[in-house]
């Protein structure tokens, strides 16, 4: 399974940015994914997730500003990311594990992730 992420750019502060994930060598949609993001100097987070069925969880940071969904017949997941501010700017991965239990509970655990993009840079100025 191969992850490839895009759409990273950079942008002013309040504005929006869509980051997409495809994922390839995958022959079901029956996966969990999210997307992390990592500062200079600062640990990976787990800005937000979504179930095979279409279940999300976000992060406190991003809440009401970041939206996942995702395509299943394309294997992919975005991240709509409106009203940005300049502590969003990180690296931004997506990751995908095969549907585990509990994974309301554990879908921040950077751990439990099988696969990973190789991330996409997002700036925002002020």
């Known amino acids: 399974v191969q992850l490839q992420a895009s759409g990273g750019g950079l942008v002013q502060a309040g504005g929006s940015l869509r980051l997409s994930c495809a994922a390839s060598?995958?022959?079901?949609?029956?996966?969990?994914m999210a997307w992390f993001r990592q500062a200079p100097g600062k640990e990976r987070e787990c800005v937000a997730a979504?179930?095979?069925?279409?279940?999300?969880y976000y992060s406190d940071s991003v809440k009401g500003r970041f939206t996942i969904s995702r395509d299943n017949a394309k294997n992919s997941v975005y991240l709509q990311m409106n009203s940005l501010k300049p502590e969003d700017t990180a690296v931004y991965y997506c990751?995908?594990?095969?549907?585990?239990?509990?994974?309301?509970?554990?879908?921040?655990?950077?751990?439990?992730?099988?696969?990973w993009g190789q991330g996409t840079q997002v700036t925002v100025s002020s």
């Open positions: 990751a995908l594990v095969r549907s585990v239990s509990q994974y309301s509970v554990i879908w921040q655990d950077s751990s439990l992730y099988d696969y």
């Open positions: 060598g995958i022959t079901d949609s029956n996966s969990d």
């Open positions: 979504i179930t095979w069925s279409g279940s999300t």
